[in-house]
């Protein structure tokens, strides 16, 4: 899908502001009568908002932020994206226990990686064009006495000990590091206002406390008035929040999550989440999100709603033809599309979300390898499926028990597909 100044509230209609409301897309705000001024009121605002680069990859809980910057810009205003090679070698506090510091090194390759991953989504041309900037410019060049005499000063330890997070560490212990955090992030706040006139930050609501410490740091210095916002954690059913730390990580990197499986992952989510994740993550307008509501009550076996969502995100974060490719895959494992029109990648993505066997290159009988795959228990069991026609080589039906697998069938000359009746799949890989 190409996202389009038209994927906006129309003219006349609702305000951005009103927009991201009905989505359910503002939690917090500094004032929403100045936050509604700021968006709506004509003229362009500079806004931020950061990624600490503590793991190789964003993640979905990472989404709603990257694709909340997409909707200002497209709204015309102007991104600055930051990416933390500063506060990112220290580690927002957590709850539970001190953070493990990552060697420098480390972040700086991370901070190239999420800065590439970054790029897409916001455009870097034109009146509001975004531009990526890195902390550790301004704050590597402080010495340990401008940060205390110019940052630290500012803040009130009465506050700073007040936060939820520090309170829940203080029996267990916090590290003076992860103490300075809020003091890090809120000199950001003011150096962005400083040097490019940033008006306006947001985060997740677990960042609120560290929010607002910069709009209010910004005012002790004597500058703004700035405002800020933040949007919902993106949960799961269970109320988790999804992250680098709650298992079950879905990366928006390729490389850790194969472009199938993140399309898998929106195509499963539960019919109560779909219309709060469209809401969230679409771009479609909310007469089509409504309509689209509409139509999934109507025929919820189709899950047209989830179906929208996987194809729309896959298709943001991967790229249209991914998710063409994800889709096509999704398809042809049962028997609704052709295997030949895979990119070996999908496939065997595909695959190994479905369950992967590698077996020797010798090319077994087929009751072999639908035992070997765990499709059936016994060879027995094998010859009675294929006997009675629910077996499956490459969507094809097996109708000899002792049938065999030729090397013409393999695809890309090394994968096979099998299926047991209409909705047990397996692949199997032949290596040497």
């Not at 190409?2 to 409301?21: E, F, M």
């Not at 985060?203 to 405002?227: C, E, F, H, K, L």
């Not at 989830?306 to 096509?328: F, K, N």
Request: net charge negative.
């Amino acid at each position: 899908m190409t996202v389009t100044d038209s994927s906006l509230p129309p003219s006349g209609r609702d305000s951005l502001t009103d927009d991201l409301l009905w989505r359910g897309l503002i939690q917090d705000s500094t004032g929403l009568d100045e936050l509604r001024e700021l968006l709506d009121g004509g003229d362009r605002a500079t806004f931020y908002v950061g990624f600490d680069p503590t793991a190789p990859s964003l993640h979905v809980g990472s989404l709603m932020q990257v694709t909340m910057a997409r909707r200002l810009q497209l709204a015309g205003h102007r991104p600055l994206l930051l990416v933390g090679g500063a506060t990112g070698q220290i580690g927002d506090p957590k709850a539970s226990a001190e953070r493990t510091l990552n060697p420098p090194e480390v972040i700086a390759g991370w901070v190239e990686r999420i800065r590439e991953q970054l790029s897409p989504f916001v455009s870097y041309t034109g009146e509001n064009a975004a531009r990526l900037v890195n902390n550790l410019d301004w704050t590597g060049e402080m010495s340990v006495v401008e940060f205390l005499r110019d940052v630290g000063k500012h803040f009130p330890v009465n506050k700073m000990l007040a936060r939820e997070v520090v309170r829940a560490r203080l029996e267990t212990g916090i590290s003076f590091t992860e103490f300075s955090y809020q003091l890090l992030q809120a000199n950001d706040f003011f150096e962005l206002h400083r040097r490019d006139g940033c008006q306006l930050q947001f985060g997740g609501s677990d960042q609120w406390g560290n929010i607002t410490a910069g709009v209010d740091y910004v005012r002790r210095r004597g500058a703004g008035p700035v405002q800020a916002f933040t949007t919902p954690l993106v949960t799961k059913s269970d109320g988790t929040k999804f992250g680098k730390t709650e298992g079950g990580t879905v990366w928006l990197d390729p490389s850790l999550t194969s472009p199938y499986a993140f399309y898998q992952f929106w195509l499963n989510v539960e019919d109560r989440e779909v219309d709060r994740y469209l809401r969230y993550f679409s771009f479609r307008s909310r007469e089509e999100l409504e309509e689209l509501a509409k139509a999934t009550a109507e025929r919820p076996a189709a899950r047209l709603a989830q179906r929208a969502l996987a194809e729309e995100v896959t298709s943001l974060v991967h790229g249209p033809e991914e998710a063409r490719q994800a889709i096509a895959a999704s398809q042809a494992l049962f028997g609704r599309g052709s295997l030949d029109d895979l990119a070996p990648e999908t496939l065997r993505a595909a695959l190994t979300e479905a369950g992967l066997v590698r077996l020797a290159a010798d090319l077994p009988d087929v009751a072999g390898l639908l035992r070997d795959a765990g499709l059936v228990p016994s060879l027995k069991e094998a010859r009675r499926v294929i006997a009675e026609g629910g077996a499956y080589v490459n969507n094809n039906r097996v109708t000899e028990v002792d049938a065999t697998v030729s090397p013409a069938e393999l695809l890309h000359g090394r994968y096979l597909v099998l299926r047991r009746g209409k909705r047990s799949f397996a692949g199997v890989e032949l290596v040497e």
